[in-house]
């Protein structure tokens, strides 16, 4: 297994980290996703499953947590609105959401998203549901924290491409933002890094626990036979040697022999970082097509196959790739339930957008 | 007052109408909007004002529904998922909410909307919140009820860009929605009418009561010298000619000769209807910048003026003009308290998405 520095420096930031149920300091609940996320009360308590491959778990309830941005209810609260908040695009017309969307698994099912002006990204854009856990942010790593990557998306130009820091906290000001920030951060606190620690802040709460697997672990629910062929298929080939534990990725840099993008390498520039690309998680993962970082994968059937392949050397048959789909599919927990943030704007005139 | 056929149309719709209550089958509840509209709890009960200028009022907590599509709370929750999916646009960039912002006064606060491929709609976004009780739908009218109304952007080359009805639906029919039509609606409902009943039906609960001026009205709160001064003049120099009841619109057509925008007279063709313009309620109008149909105007104060000079002749002193936009700030109602909706999706692939 190779490593970049990146990762280290991302592995060093975990040491100053805390942990916290991720229900605490929120109102936001969890919703049922979709129809496979719903499972039947069982008539009686099943006994627990004893099959599970090595490390297998049912997800965390709490996540790290910087030690300088401890999660309050009141920062969750703010940091959704920054989330939801198109105000922080140049033209007014993206949020986190636009890309990131919470009713649709967190993503926006596109190749690649569009931006400003109509503008397509170069990579595909992953999920924010689960992000808390990650070791780092983006496909190539390059953001350590969530706060880290909550800063990069208002500036970039082919995404909200707003002209500088100053500009965004200039309009959240005219918003009427400065009142929120300072109940929360204190005084004069409006400040590029205080609404990347807020918005981070609320992704913090958007975990997805009780997918049918977890549900299944614990003794509360079934899977279908399928599923659980495709479990065991999937240690024993050797997805899991990455995609392993809870979270379904142990969170390390490896090198995907696939495409064209360099990944770690366009960041650092060193020839050992070439194609190497932050493991994903499985969680969600039936939600999130488009697959892999150029979103060219239309199905969850191909990329599994495409990785077998390409890291395994192992070629699937039509039937074994059909179940770790559907060991897959067990794996979309239930959404965070958000209420809609009412956000603060000017009376009687409105913010200034443009091209 | 000169009124278009079209109107006649719209107020015949109403004839089959029943009217409930706001709050009836619907989860959605309202929240405290801004600043505001927030008000302080009184000491004592006050004394009923006594001075209210003829006609304002409370607005009303039950609205307009059409005999064949009654509100049930099933169908308010599709409607909302519809209402939050961007599927109903070609590139699956835009939702109703894109443009008519419920985080935002119902509005995106733009000049004119932004559309596919970053083209601009011709006419300001009309917020969608109190919409259920307009007489007809858009700025011409040329929509009589909510359900005509949310057949136009899906399809509308600049706004979403759908090919045809028969592509919304196939798109809704993939993505998963054909059971949740099914259980509102009964056996093979999935079509683009019933999609425009589920919508209409959830925008008929975005509604927003107790606005600092509801609440003075019905001696739960104050409201400022000044706009009390401001809601005086507002009937003394005739605003409320027009801007009546407790709606402050009479759902009229009136001729408003500012700019070169034809307003009804653009659909039915006839000089009669020559900037004709369906009369926009003042309700959370702090919120809507830019102003009239152009979106040309940016401020509420300079919106005033203009309506005082042209349909009343009249030039108002800044103070007056000052202490109307006092007023009008006070109609700013609790704003609708929506629970994001989880949207269905299918599983291990995406939705197809084009430019």
Redesign the interface.
């Known amino acids: 297994m190779r490593q970049s520095s990146l990762i280290t420096t991302a592995l060093l930031a975990m040491v100053s980290f805390a942990t916290v149920a991720c229900s605490d300091a929120t109102e936001e609940k969890t919703?049922?996703?979709?129809?496979?996320a719903a499972t039947t009360a069982p008539v009686a308590a099943p006994a627990l499953p004893t099959d599970i491959p090595e490390g297998m778990g049912v997800l965390p309830t709490s996540v790290p947590v910087p030690a300088d941005n401890p999660q309050t209810a009141e920062k969750v609260e703010l940091g959704k609105?920054l989330y939801?908040e198109?105000a922080l695009s140049k033209?007014?017309?993206f949020s986190c959401n636009?890309c990131h969307?919470?009713?649709?698994?967190g993503v926006?099912?596109?190749q690649f998203s569009?931006g400003h002006?109509?503008q397509r990204g170069g990579r595909n854009a992953p999920t924010v549901l689960n992000a808390a856990f990650w070791s780092a942010q983006f496909w190539d790593g390059r953001a350590p924290l969530l706060e880290d990557q909550a800063k990069g998306p208002p500036l970039n130009p082919v995404e909200m491409s707003s002209m500088s820091e100053a500009t965004v906290v200039a309009r959240l000001n005219e918003a009427?933002y400065a009142?929120l920030f300072e109940s929360v951060f204190g005084k004069v606190s409006l400040n590029y890094d205080n609404m990347a620690k807020a918005i981070a802040a609320f992704e913090r709460t958007l975990i997805t626990p009780d997918a049918p697997f977890d549900l299944y672990l614990q003794g509360k629910g079934d899977i279908s036979e399928a599923a659980k062929r495709g479990m065991q298929k999937s240690a024993e080939v050797g997805c899991t040697s990455c995609h392993s534990g809870p979270l379904f990725t142990n969170n390390s840099f490896q090198k995907f022999a696939y495409g064209t993008d360099a990944g770690v390498k366009s960041v650092t520039g060193k020839d050992e970082d070439d194609h190497l690309f932050r493991v994903q998680s499985w969680r969600n993962v039936?939600?999130t097509?488009?697959y892999f970082h150029d979103g060219a994968v239309?199905?969850?059937?191909e990329a599994v196959r495409i990785m077998a392949r390409t890291q395994l050397d192992t070629e699937l048959s039509d039937a074994d790739s059909a179940d770790i789909?559907e060991f897959?599919?067990t794996l979309?927990g239930k959404?965070p339930?958000?209420?809609?943030?009412?956000?603060?704007?000017p009376?009687?005139?409105?913010?200034t957008?443009s091209?």
Chains 1, 2 share one sequence.
């Open positions: 919703a049922a996703a979709t129809p496979a609105k939801f198109p033209s007014g017309n636009s969307n919470l009713g649709t698994g926006d099912n596109q569009i002006k109509w009427g009142p039936a939600l097509a488009p239309k199905t969850l059937d789909v897959l599919k979309t959404q339930e958000v209420t809609f943030p009412v956000l603060p704007r009376e009687g005139h409105a913010l957008w091209d």
